[in-house]
């Protein structure tokens, strides 16, 4: 499983962070991506990303979903 981050995962949430992307990569179809998204509320938070994913393909679907959302949202 790859994982892509902004900085370091943060500690205090490090570890399930990577048994709640283990445990989503085990129950979707091997045909499946996926990206987990934690960050701190408000502003100036840190997030913290993992994926099954590399990061040009995440960053790919990331931009068609803003799209679509954004078109969605008039």
Do not use: Q
Not at 27 to 49: K, Q, R, S
């Amino acid at each position: 499983m790859a994982y892509e981050k902004e900085g370091p995962l943060r500690p205090e949430i490090a570890e399930e962070m990577r048994e709640l992307a283990m445990y989503i990569n085990r129950i979707l179809p091997t045909t499946h991506g996926f990206a987990l998204f934690v960050f701190d509320m408000g502003e100036g938070g840190h997030i913290n990303y993992i994926s099954n994913s590399n990061r040009e393909d995440m960053v790919k679907t990331l931009m068609e979903f803003l799209e679509k959302w954004k078109g969605s949202a008039s």
